[in-house]
């Protein structure tokens, strides 16, 4: 049994502080998602959460990265902060008819993040996930959801997202609690406890241990020493995994990825 492929990469790709650190010096702003792709294997767009963007767009990131990158999408606030998710439906279309597939093979993930004063409610959140498309023109949807509410962390909501297919979302973060539980058919990940005093972010064994955990999950297999809330793991099949560093010290974020890429060469 073969392991499914670990994509590694950052939040976005515009962002000043990596000029210089990232970037070379006086590298063109318009050839940022050139280089950040040929160094990176995925990038978490937050910019299509705040607004919409044309077919066009998409079809020049795909363009721009090369075989085998992938993007994930954040969706659009306007589905996530309704105060009824069950009454999402037609922002939900909006987000997916905008043009996403001109990405391709290289549309990954569609991120559905809630605030953290979002509270689990089983009827609601059920009603929601059944509005998430599996397709589109053709082209098959992925989806993750990330929540960041203590009322979450328990096995009915794991049912919920095992049952739709989508993934819960795992993320290491000070602020928020974390549920490891595999729930879809690809893990997703984000790495959000960056320091600024580490070059990487994540001290040298804290990137071992991750890129392990990584590993693991590409191999379908469940890390010890994550906080779980299902009485049962999920079934043992190799997942696509996807590991995002992203917010903490945002300067680190691309030494961050590419010193796991390094480990998983290895």
């Known amino acids: 049994m073969t392991d499914a492929p670990i994509r590694v990469g950052i939040g976005g790709w515009t962002f000043e502080p990596w000029r210089g650190t ?5 590298w ?12 990176l294997t995925a990038i978490e767009v937050n910019g299509t959460f705040y607004s919409s963007f044309k077919p066009a767009t998409f079809a020049g ?25 069950a009454e999402a439906g037609e922002s939900v279309a909006r987000f997916v008819g905008q043009g996403i597939v001109e990405l391709g093979d290289r549309l990954g993930p569609i ?4 605030a953290a004063t979002r509270r689990f409610d089983a009827e609601d959140f059920a009603a929601f996930l059944a509005l998430l498309p599996a397709a589109h023109e053709g082209v098959a949807l992925r989806h993750a959801v990330q929540v960041r509410h203590d009322s979450f962390a328990v096995p009915e909501f794991v049912a919920l997202c ?6 819960i979302v795992f993320g290491d973060s000070a602020s928020y609690p974390a549920i490891a539980d595999v729930s879809g058919d690809f893990v997703y990940a ?27 999950w590409a191999a379908g297999q469940q890390p010890e020493g994550l906080p779980y809330v299902a009485a049962e793991p999920a079934p043992v099949r ?8 992203i917010n903490g010290a945002k300067v680190r974020a691309p030494h961050g990825a590419m010193a796991m890429i390094d480990r998983l060469a290895t």
Not at 111 to 114: D, S, V
Not at 162 to 167: K, S
């Open 162 to 167: 095992r049952a739709a297919g989508v993934a």
């Open 28 to 39: 063109p702003i318009k050839r940022e998602l050139e280089y950040a792709a040929s160094h």
């Open 61 to 85: 990131w795909a363009k721009t990265a090369p075989d085998g990158f992938v993007f994930a999408l954040k969706a659009s606030r306007y589905c996530v902060t309704r105060k009824v998710l």
């Open 22 to 26: 990232f970037y070379p010096p006086k």
């Open 111 to 114: 991120l559905w993040q809630f």
């Open 238 to 245: 190799p997942r696509e995994t996807f590991v995002f560093f």
């Open 190 to 216: 984000r790495l959000e406890n960056a320091v600024e005093e580490e070059p990487a972010g994540y001290s040298p064994a804290a990137l071992d241990r991750w890129t392990q955990v990584a590993r693991d």
